[in-house]
């Protein structure tokens, strides 16, 4: 598990010290595969970068190609020798190309990133890097790798105060489900072993859901007047851009529909999720981040 801190800067609002910071997710785009629906994501870039305070965290499957059998299968090839070198070449340069066009796509977000976590889709280079790790360094982003707790710290703007913060769980997710609901139920049980974060974000399910938990936090005061705090805790999986169904797919040059489609898997709304997060203060002075999720 990685654990990262970072500083998030905002603007100074007319009535707080802070403006909202907008966290966004960015997974499941499966760029390269005929099912991506690139205009889409495009449009979810662009109307990121409009914003202002935005930062985004990776949540893996940036790229198709390849799935963890896709990998396994071709690793076997060339250590039993049935794959030449030229072939293991091609595929490098296949994957090379949609990883340069994506990040092409991603670049206005340079500088913006939280961290990335790494998918089940990548592809492994013979250098040793990895999609993942290569998008990481264009993006100057940390690596998340499996599973990471994000803390966001907020720049002090009142020397006065302590600086507010909230901590971000994000994991690729694993397991299915056909049900909306699936990703909310394994994040509500990770909420347990992490009383403290205030964010749980899973990717993987490619279903855009998210909710609020509600935790109350007992504070008992030297002066007797005891306080039942409320806190949200946002719980969401990110979404995606990967079309499930679409009228007249082929395969092959004959009709078959897409893996979703052939798995009789449920349809999923494509994109991803906003959270929004707004610094404040408490009538005692103490520092809490308000939070937020839109779909």
């Known amino acids: 598990m990685e654990l990262v801190s970072t500083e998030v800067s905002t603007l100074k609002s007319r009535t707080l010290p802070w403006e909202e910071v907008i966290i966004m997710p960015i997974g499941d785009v499966q760029f390269g595969s005929a099912e991506c629906d690139v205009d889409r994501f495009k449009r979810h870039i662009a109307w990121a970068v409009e914003q202002k305070n935005v930062y985004f965290i990776g ?9 963890p059998s896709n990998r396994r299968k071709l690793r ?36 913006r990133w939280l961290g990335l976590l790494e ?71 990770m909420m347990k072993a992490f009383p403290t974060v205030s964010v749980f974000l899973m990717a993987h399910h490619h279903k855009k859901v998210g909710g609020k938990v509600q935790q109350l936090i007992p504070r008992f005061m030297p002066s007797g007047q005891h306080k039942l705090e409320h806190r949200n805790v ?59 999720v839109s779909l």
């Open 76 to 111: 076997s090839m060339v250590v039993e020798g049935q794959l030449y070198d030229t072939a293991a070449n091609v595929l490098d340069e296949g994957a090379e190309a949609h990883l340069e066009q994506l990040t092409e796509i991603l670049a206005p977000t340079k500088g």
């Open 59 to 67: 949540m893996g499957d940036y790229v198709d190609f390849g799935s």
């Open 119 to 189: 998918g089940h889709h990548l592809w492994e280079f013979q250098d040793g890097t990895t999609s993942d790790t290569r998008l990481c360094q264009s993006l100057k982003a940390p690596f998340l790798g499996t599973c990471a707790i994000v803390q966001v710290r907020f720049k002090e703007q009142s020397r006065s105060h302590q600086k507010p913060s909230f901590e971000i769980w994000a994991h690729h997710g694993r397991g299915s489900g056909m049900m909306q609901g699936a990703p909310l139920n394994k994040l509500e049980g």
């Open 234 to 292: 946002i719980i969401a999986g990110t979404g995606g851009f990967l079309k499930g169904y679409m009228a007249g797919s082929t395969r092959s040059n004959r009709a078959m529909g897409a893996y979703p489609e052939r798995g009789m898997m449920m349809p999923v709304a494509l994109g991803g999720i906003v959270v929004y997060a707004r610094p404040a203060y408490t009538h005692d002075g103490r520092a809490h981040v308000d939070l937020d």
